[in-house]
């Protein structure tokens, strides 16, 4: 497609369940990135990939958080035993390169996660 | 952890009139961008300013980089509906770094 895909757009799962949500970046863009957008905050970064580089994890909240993007296309971000405060929309975004002075990012529509 | 406060958090005004909002930080960021969300879908960007004092103008809107970088504020002319939507800014801590820094964005009500 010409955009960046996630899937599913909304999610809904009882506290305790594992989700996994998946990322279609744009054809030909090497980073790829996880934000996570809760109600009245901006966009938190949860992690990055660029190339076959070891990803940047490092804004990811906790050790049920994990991400992994195979053949340096599609991304899965899972979410084990979740909990009510993980609620918030899951964006991914993909870059042609790593963000600079004129580096865009192309956000997908996200995917919309509650937990009952 | 550099942070990037914009204000006002929430803007309601009528079709026609103009309004600014802004994006402040203690911090030097090396670009700014600016992007707009509206409901149900991605950020989409509007610009980037890269050099302090910098102005950019895209059709009613336009952007400015302070002095300093550190901060930028974003004026639109004769608001219209179609404005209506988040407005986030987005730091760049230093040329090269992948990690932006978001703030937490205005919502803007264009009234018709």
């Known amino acids: 497609g010409a955009g960046v895909s996630q899937s599913p757009s909304n999610k809904v799962t009882e506290k305790g369940k594992d989700v996994e949500l998946r990322c279609d970046p744009i054809s030909g863009h090497t980073a790829l990135y996880w934000y996570r957008q809760s109600l009245g905050q901006g966009l938190e970064f949860l992690i990055y990939f660029q190339g076959n580089s070891a990803p940047d994890k490092s804004g990811l909240p906790s050790d049920r958080f994990s991400a992994e993007r195979t053949g340096g296309s599609v991304s899965t971000l899972t979410i084990q035993r979740t909990q009510q405060e993980d609620s918030a929309v899951y964006l991914c975004?993909?870059?042609?390169?790593?963000?600079?002075?004129?580096?865009?990012?192309?956000f997908g529509e996200g995917s919309r996660l509650t937990v009952l | 952890t550099q942070l990037l406060e914009q204000s006002p958090q929430f803007l309601s005004i009528q079709e026609g009139e103009n309004l600014t909002v802004y994006c402040n930080s203690s911090s030097v960021f090396s670009s700014l961008q600016w992007y707009r969300q509206e409901p149900g879908e991605g950020p989409v960007l509007l610009v980037t300013v890269v050099t302090g004092g910098e102005v950019k103008k895209l059709k009613r809107l336009t952007f400015q980089f302070g002095d300093a970088r550190k901060d930028s504020s974003l004026h639109i002319t004769a608001a219209q509906p179609g404005d209506t939507g988040l407005y986030l800014c987005?730091?760049?801590?230093?040329?090269?770094?992948?990690?932006?820094?978001f703030g937490k964005g205005t919502k803007l009500s264009v009234i018709p």
């Open positions: 987005a730091g760049n801590p230093r040329a090269g770094s992948y990690q932006l820094t």
């Open positions: 975004a993909s870059s042609r390169r790593p963000s600079s002075e004129v580096g865009e990012l192309f």
